[in-house]
T-cell receptor, first 111, second 115 residues
Framework: ETGVTQTPRHLVMGMTNKKSLKCEQH?????MYWYKQSAKKPLELMFV???????ENNSVPSRFSPECPNSSHLFLHLHTLQPEDSALYLC??????????FGEGSRLTVL | AQSVTQPDIHITVSEGASLELRCNYS??????LFWYVQSPGQGLQLLLK??????LVQGIKGFEAEFKRSQSSFNLRKPSVHWSDAAEYFC?????????????FGQGTTLQVKP
């Protein structure tokens, strides 16, 4: 248990669906991250929020839309995804000393 | 450009044998260095970190790593591997005090442990 909870753990969606991934942290951190992990590729940073403000948007397609309503919650809204978007999506929160604490991930399959 | 290289994609060791996983980095400033471990179907768990001071750092599960600035390396070691250590290991570099605290990850090394 890392203090970062992601739901759902598994999601299967069609290319025309709209779904959301949720992340919640109970560690009192001020920064939260979305990473994408695909097979055979390094972790790809997608978005960073610090104090609920987006500070990094790593050239992510607009079909991924993040939302950070407060410092404990982070969402990733998904719309008209492509099969190549199938991956493990990892949420993390950052401590004041710089280390990231990861959730267990949401495994997304796009049909 | 900032980067992390883990030269070994797969490593197989026998249970009880020693282990060393290599990590080389390229970073313009004084780096913060991390090793994470990921078991199948799980997120990443922090094993250890180096910010400053003693270049040999101890982590959880009996792991240690040594920062060598002259070689731009931060190799992970364990004297005696257990079957439960089979997992994927990621080295990461960043600057903890930056606004984003962005970490750059290597491609990972998959460790297989033979009985």
């Amino acid at each position: 248990e890392t203090g970062v909870t992601q739901t759902p753990r598994h999601l299967v969606m069609g290319m025309t669906n709209k779904k959301s991934l949720k992340c919640e942290q109970h560690l009192g951190h001020n920064a939260m991250y979305w990473y994408k992990q695909s097979a055979k590729k390094p972790l790809e940073l997608m978005f960073v929020y610090s104090l609920e403000e987006r500070v990094e948007n790593n050239s992510v397609p607009s079909r991924f839309s993040p939302e950070c309503p407060n410092s404990s919650h982070l969402f990733l809204h998904l719309h008209t995804l492509q099969p190549e978007d199938s991956a493990l999506y990892l949420c993390a929160s950052r401590s004041f000393t710089g280390e990231l604490f990861f959730g267990e991930g949401s495994r997304l399959t796009v049909l | 450009a900032q980067s992390v290289t883990q030269p070994d994609i797969h490593i197989t060791v026998s249970e009880g044998a020693s282990l060393e996983l290599r990590c080389n980095y390229s970073y313009g400033a004084t780096p913060y260095l991390f090793w994470y471990v990921q078991s199948p179907g799980q997120g990443l768990q922090l094993l250890l970190k180096y910010f400053s001071g003693d270049t040999l750092v101890q982590g959880i599960k009996g792991f240690e790593a040594e920062f060598k600035r002259s070689q731009s390396s931060f190799n992970l070691r364990k004297p005696s591997v257990h079957w439960s250590d089979a997992a994927e290991y990621f080295c990461a570099v960043g600057h903890g005090s930056s606004n984003t605290g962005k970490l750059i990850f290597g491609q990972g090394t998959t460790l297989q442990v033979k009985p």
